[in-house]
């Protein structure tokens, strides 16, 4: 099956700025079905990189063709952990997946990963490939978690285009990476206060009544990158 990748575009935004467009959007999209009644749930994803540091200087100088690993959990739920690799190509994404157990989780985490661990428990194919190519980069590239990102999202969904509208307030790293399956964790944040992230994702075709929502004059394009500013604070 030919590659599927997304166009991704995000802004930093203000407080005041996110809820001018989530009082307009609001009205058109649905809220992503995963929310609880809050409309909010929190991500912790643990970042991966190498001895070089490849995945950190690649995203820093906007590299055309690149990938990374991280390891993700929603609402602290550790009863379901999931890996992805997030691969980026003329400044379209994709992202594969695959589940983990907590015994794999630590055993990343601690460097004691073996192969006996991956080849027991991913049932599907396209998952096999997903923790293969892991495995192949944790053992020949030493890729090892570098730093974890934490923050809040609400998320909208739009059939049209397949728009996934985000917005990601209070960012934060740690570089408690060992602690990643903790409840709590000590955490820094990265940005100045009052400031967050909006993420537009749409496959080929963003609606115009969408785009026409989110113009307030004062959204600039950036290429922000949170495993990159969070390495920069957090080490």
């Known amino acids: 099956m030919e590659r599927k990748y997304r166009h991704e575009i995000k802004y930093i935004c203000t407080e005041q700025e996110l809820k001018l467009i989530e009082s307009r959007i609001g009205t058109m999209l ?67 997946s695959c589940p983990l157990t907590k015994e794999q989780c630590r055993a990343i985490l601690e460097g004691t990963l073996c192969w006996e661990q991956v080849r027991q428990t991913v049932a599907y194919k396209d998952e096999r490939k997903v923790f293969h190519k892991f ?35 209070n960012i ?16 820094c944040p990265v940005m100045p206060p009052g400031q967050h992230i909006l993420e537009v994702k749409y496959d080929e075709l963003l609606p115009d009544y969408l785009y026409n929502a989110m113009q307030i004059g004062s959204l600039k394009q950036t290429a922000y990158s949170k495993y990159v500013i969070c390495r920069q604070f957090c080490g």
């Open 30 to 96: 649905k809220r992503d079905p995963h929310v609880g009644p809050s409309g909010i749930y929190t991500i912790r994803s643990v970042y991966f990189d190498d001895y070089d540091n490849t995945c950190f200087y690649e995203s820093e100088d906007g590299v055309n063709s690149r990938e990374k690993f991280r390891i993700r959990t929603y609402n602290g739920d550790t009863e379901h952990i999931t890996l992805e690799c997030k691969q980026k190509l003329n400044g379209k994404n994709h992202k594969d």
């Open 172 to 187: 934060s790293g740690s570089s408690q990476v060992g602690r990643f399956l903790d409840r709590e964790i000590i955490k």
């Open 135 to 169: 495995f192949s980069d944790y053992s020949t590239r030493f890729l090892r978690a570098k730093v974890i990102v934490s923050y809040e999202r609400t998320p909208f969904v739009c059939e049209t285009g397949n728009v996934r509208i985000t917005f990601d307030r």
